[in-house]
Nanobody, 113 residues
Framework: VQLVESGGGLVQPGESLRLSCVASGFTNNDYTIGWYRQPPGQQRELVATITRGGNTVYADSVKGRFTISRDNAENTVYLQMNSPKPDDTAVYYC????????WGQGTQVTVSS
């Protein structure tokens, strides 16, 4: 079982970015999947989740700016980041809603002018 995150990079405030999470070795369609992030020197936090049926929940800090979605045919979950702010700078990870799988390497997102 492996989760691979990609799509991070250095962006300016307000510049959109889309992260991808591809699962191998299991079918993520069966699970509620979450995007998490760990800012420098801080604890990992849950950013957004999406259920099998497509119901979504967001942290207040990203509500209205980020959108989580999934492509079950591609076994992929996305995080569309619109209007990012410097406070969104973090390593972003995906996992089940309970964090039950081995964590991947994550993808670094840096928001800076």
């Amino acid at each position: 079982v492996q989760l691979v995150e990609s799509g991070g990079g250095l962006v300016q405030p307000g510049e959109s970015l889309r992260l991808s999470c591809v699962a191998s070795g299991f079918t993520n369609n069966d699970y509620t999947i979450g995007w998490y992030r760990q800012p420098p020197g801080q604890q990992r936090e849950l950013v957004a989740t999406i259920t099998r049926g497509g119901n979504t929940v967001y942290a207040d800090s990203v509500k209205g700016r980020f959108t989580i979605s999934r492509d079950n045919a591609e076994n992929t979950v996305y995080l569309q980041m619109n209007s990012p702010k410097p406070d969104d700078t973090a390593v972003y990870y995906c996992n089940t809603a309970g964090g039950s799988l081995k964590w991947g390497q994550g993808t670094q997102v840096t928001v800076s002018s």
